[in-house]
């Protein structure tokens, strides 16, 4: 009889189970809350506001394309009109040279000749005209003698030394260069002065 009012030795095992229901009551409890929560209406004048700054902000990044889009077609068609006539510029001034090394090459006198003046004066006046037009076209001549070399503007032929010009400075022009709007057409040939050779010490 003893036997039988005697608690088990394993039945404190009970405790566990019921600390687990509890956690399991509690979590279940929380995930209620949780769902009450996400079941409550959502405020209208918030959600309203919301959508508002989403289409101003999706509004501002459109009109910012636009204008981007905008000015980027300006430019292009800024550039298609100042620089369309680059190739026959190109052909152009390759005429200016040849007027020039006609005149060039007229013998000494020849200007004074009555056969010979009226055409020179032709040819003088075509050559004015051309750089007027060029001018008006915004084709400008690179004419750099005396200037410091710019290996933007000019293509270095030589160098030479020269005690009449300082180191670095252009010398001389076998072909001047042109430019059209700001960029450069062709450029100048030249020759670049540098600094004489030092004179061997004397031992």
């Known amino acids: 009889m003893d036997n039988e ?3 088990p030795e394993n039945e ?3 405790e566990p189970k019921a600390t687990e229901a509890n956690a399991a009551e509690a979590a279940a409890e929380e995930n209620a809350e949780a769902a009450a929560e996400d079941a409550k209406p959502a405020d209208p004048l918030v959600e309203a506001h919301e959508e508002i700054a ?4 999706r509004l501002l990044r459109a009109m910012a394309e636009t204008e981007n889009i905008r000015r980027r077609s300006v430019r292009e068609k800024e550039d298609a009109a100042k620089y369309a006539m680059t190739n026959f510029a190109k052909d152009m001034v390759q005429v200016a040279d040849n007027l020039g090394r ?3 090459a007229l013998p000494e006198g020849a200007r004074d000749d009555e056969t010979f003046g009226t055409l020179i004066e032709g040819v003088d006046l075509t050559g004015r005209e051309l750089v007027s037009a060029f001018e008006k076209h915004g084709i400008k001549e690179v ?3 005396g200037e410091k070399f710019d290996h933007n503007l000019h293509q270095a ?3 030479a030394e ?3 010009h300082e180191p670095g400075t252009v010398m001389q022009v ?3 260069g042109y430019t059209i709007g700001d960029r450069l057409l062709r450029p100048a040939m030249v020759g670049v002065a540098k600094a004489p050779a030092k004179a061997p010490e004397e031992g």
Request: hydrophobic share 35%; aromatic share 4%.
């Open 5 to 7: 009012n005697k608690t």
């Open 12 to 14: 404190p095992a009970e």
């Open 54 to 57: 989403a289409l101003q902000d």
């Open 102 to 104: 006609a005149l060039d």
């Open 143 to 145: 004419q750099p003698h």
């Open 157 to 159: 032929m030589f160098e």
């Open 162 to 164: 020269s005690p009449d």
């Open 174 to 176: 076998m072909q001047i």
